[in-house]
């Protein structure tokens, strides 16, 4: 039996609703029980289990310390107030538990996650820009003399993508807190022929609620059978499709960053560095607030908005689409232009638009037959 004993017990809540079990082990190392560092990072226990014994995950092996070794430890808990004392348990210290998250955003970031996985790589993600900023508050405010409460302060920072999609506007119909299939195309704006695409390729992630014909007649429903969904897989499927309302959300959770890479999306960002350049005293500016939307790049001094389309595009909603369209031409001129095309195309493009037109430089039915984007191949032009 290991000399290792945990002490001291506590329950720890940095993100909310979610309870760890924590504890300080007899050398003064912090630690997290096995599902307890699960449950934070968004794993079922089993799977990090079955990491911990393959390890590392093909995944995760580009951006892992290659001097971290994720070995189980188990210790004999001794803490009176512990419901497991007396018993053995997993346990995973804080130097493992930074390493997997590091090493899942360094991941999701570089588009290397399984669809499987992703949603583990946003909570990760989530996770470490809450605790950075959790520790930035508590340093300042310690320094000033004061005594923050770390777990309240990390639940203030926890960006909650629940209570986002709620100020989004998305609202249950099968009760408070169970969607169905309506309430998410509705809300996304995609067909359903889509949203079911999205579920076929996630059934191991996201689980359906069969609902009972009482609460399907409740909201006058006539089907025989119907799925409800859990708004925390109401979260993970917004997130995980490129629908207007989705990237929204996922600027808002992650910040400039946008989707964390994805290819249009890290496309977007070298048409950023290049239009930087083009427009060097022009007034430029990217994810420019105009009314309820935000537009790619606007460069002030042109009165001038570009909007970078990929290919979920063709999945946008065409009405809404065209209101967006509508109110943005009332004063700009607007150019949509495909994260693949020439520069010498978005130029000319540039030159025909006038205040209250639109130039799109596209054709959806042809988006899947262009070459992949190369940002070498515009600095090339560029030169």
């Known amino acids: 039996m290991t000399s290792l004993q945990a002490v001291y017990y506590g329950q720890v809540e940095l993100i909310p609703g979610i309870v760890c079990d924590g504890y300080v082990l007899n050398d003064d190392t912090a630690v997290m029980s096995e599902r307890g560092t699960a449950d934070l990072l968004g794993i079922h226990h089993k799977s990090l289990q079955s990491m911990a014994v393959n390890w590392p995950p093909k995944q995760l092996k580009p951006f892992i310390d290659k001097s971290f070794s994720m070995a189980v430890n188990r210790v004999k808990v001794v803490a009176k ?9 997993i346990i995973y210290d804080s130097l493992a538990i930074e390493n997997l998250i590091r090493s899942y ?16 790589g946003e909570q990760c993600a989530i996770l470490l820009t809450s605790l950075v900023r959790t520790a ?9 003399g004061l005594s923050p409460n770390i777990q309240q302060t990390a639940q203030k920072n926890y960006i909650d993508a629940v209570k986002l ?15 169905i299939k309506k309430d998410i195309t509705q809300f996304l704006n995609v067909p359903e022929s889509t949203l079911n695409s999205f579920l076929r390729k996630h059934k191991n992630d996201i689980q359906p609620i069969r609902l009972n014909s009482t609460t399907i007649r409740s909201f006058g429903g006539k089907a025989s059978r119907m799925n409800g969904y859990q708004l925390d897989d109401v979260t993970k499927i917004a997130l995980g499709m490129d629908s207007v309302i989705g990237i929204e959300l996922k600027k808002q959770v992650f910040g400039q960053i946008g989707s964390f890479a994805k290819p249009e999306t890290s ?9 930087g350049e083009v427009f060097e005293g022009f007034d430029l500016h990217f994810n420019y607030p105009i009314g309820p939307y935000k537009v790619d790049f606007f460069v002030a001094k042109l009165m001038l ?33 495909h994260h693949q095309v020439s520069l010498e195309t978005l130029f000319n493009g540039i030159l025909q638009a006038k205040p209250g037109t639109m130039v799109k430089l596209y054709d959806l039915e042809q988006l899947g037959k262009e070459m992949p984007f190369n940002v070498n191949s515009l600095n090339a032009q560029m030169a």
């Not at 955003?105 to 583990?120: C, E, F, G, S, W």
């Not at 999609?165 to 969607?179: H, L, M, V």
């Not at 065409?318 to 967006?324: I, L, N």
């Open 305 to 337: 908005v570009l909007e970078c389309n990929g290919y979920c595009h063709r999945y946008y909603d065409p009405t809404q689409e065209k209101q967006r369209e509508k109110l943005i031409t009332r004063k700009y001129s607007l150019v949509r232009f």
């Open 267 to 275: 496309a977007e960002v070298q048409w950023q560095k290049v239009l």
């Open 136 to 144: 930035l508050d508590t340093a300042i405010k310690q320094a000033c």
């Open 105 to 120: 955003v360094l991941a999701y970031a570089n588009n290397k996650l399984r669809k499987n996985q992703r949603h583990i």
């Open 165 to 179: 999609i709620k100020e989004f506007g998305f609202t249950c119909t099968a009760g408070d807190d169970i969607a």
């Open 81 to 89: 107030n512990s419901p497991y004392q007396g018993r053995e348990i």
